[in-house]
């Protein structure tokens, strides 16, 4: 019998998520919902899908969850039926066991005569011991087994994390700067660029679109450029092993026709303006860009002079920002 899961993603990168895990074989997709991709898992792998922020094993759906207290016993009762073993045994195997006991993250949407901790400790004591609560700013233990609940409507999900932490909280990320990428939106960034030849991000802050194009195909060569020296020290601490360098991405320091994708996200604090047809950025990576070239930028807005090969639409952060696979518009 398969596992189901849950693949959480960024609103907008669903499709590409399911992709994915198709792709790496990884399982069968059954249902893309709002920043949530279910399959059953048939393969091993599942912590190394890239652009995914978790993946969390499905315990229980509980229906009939209503916004009064009496639904506390509800969750409760559905919690006491999982089979804890077996959906800690679908999962991917991790290094040593966890052994400090249970905690649990709820999130609801809408109003409730219960919140958030009063779920987590009607659901949690009945999933394992010791129980960790998180109610007055407690902090659960490194080690506990993380499950989640969320409640949407009348339904609820019960859910074990597949791994030791988030997907989205990369191993190489030990330095950040101010409006650093989400590191599943730089992969799939990555993802739609294709990456091969040599590959650039003009605007690399701490490296993280580079880093995930190089985990992605490792034969391409990469380079990033900042004009802040700060942004290259971390790029270059979270990717030690790619090349950096302090240049404006309006000056790109290479050759006309001698890049084969770019990977932008303009600053935040400066995306508009960036954004716009008028600023040079633009105008050198026509420059650089080689035939057959194309960029995958995140902005607010498309250029004008560029053609939109695929456009995908992303909710992030409060923000509504376009992921747009783009070639020089030669009309």
């Known amino acids: 019998m398969h596992t189901l899961a849950v693949a959480r993603s960024v609103h907008g990168i669903e499709h590409l998520v399911a992709a994915e895990i198709r792709h790496a074989g990884l399982g069968v997709v059954r249902e893309v919902r709002h920043r949530e991709v279910w399959f059953e ?10 652009l995914a922020d978790d993946v ?37 195997p991790e290094p040593g066991e966890r052994s400090r006991g249970v905690e649990v993250s709820a999130s609801f949407l809408g109003r409730r005569a219960y919140n958030r901790y009063d779920i987590e400790d009607a659901v949690g004591p009945m999933l394992g011991r010791p129980y960790h609560s998180r109610r007055d700013g407690r902090v659960p233990p490194a080690g506990a087994a993380s499950w989640r609940v969320t409640v949407e409507g009348e339904r609820a999900v019960i859910a074990l994390r597949a791994g ?10 030990v330095r950040s700067v101010p409006g650093t990428l989400h590191p599943p939106l730089a992969a799939a960034m990555a993802y739609l660029a294709e990456p091969k030849g040599l590959v650039i991000d003009p605007c690399c ?24 020296g700060e942004a290259i020290a ?3 601490a979270n990717g030690p092993c ?90």
């Open 164 to 173: 030791a932490r988030p997907l989205h909280r990369r191993a190489y990320k």
């Open 205 to 228: 802050g701490a490296g993280t679109t580079l880093i995930e194009a190089a985990a992605l195909a490792p034969e391409a060569r990469t380079l990033g450029f900042d004009r802040c």
């Open 41 to 50: 898992v048939t393969g091993p792998g599942a912590l190394e899908l890239r």
């Open 242 to 331: 790619l090349a950096w360098a302090r240049a404006d991405a309006g000056r790109v320091p290479l050759h006309s026709g001698s890049v084969d994708r770019v990977l932008v996200n303009p600053p935040w604090q400066r995306q508009v303006r960036l954004a716009g047809s008028g600023h040079r950025l633009w105008a050198e990576l026509r420059r650089v860009l080689a035939d057959g070239g194309r960029v995958v930028a995140l902005v607010p807005e498309v250029p004008r002079g560029w053609a939109v090969l695929t456009r995908v639409d992303i909710s992030l952060f409060g923000r509504h920002p376009i992921l747009a696979i783009m070639t020089p518009d030669k009309s």
């Open 234 to 236: 971390a790029a270059a």
């Open 56 to 92: 969390l094993l499905v315990g229980a759906v509980v229906d009939g969850v209503g916004p009064r207290r009496d639904a506390l016993r509800r969750l409760a009762s559905a919690a006491a039926g999982v089979d804890v073993r077996a959906v800690a045994a679908g999962g991917p």
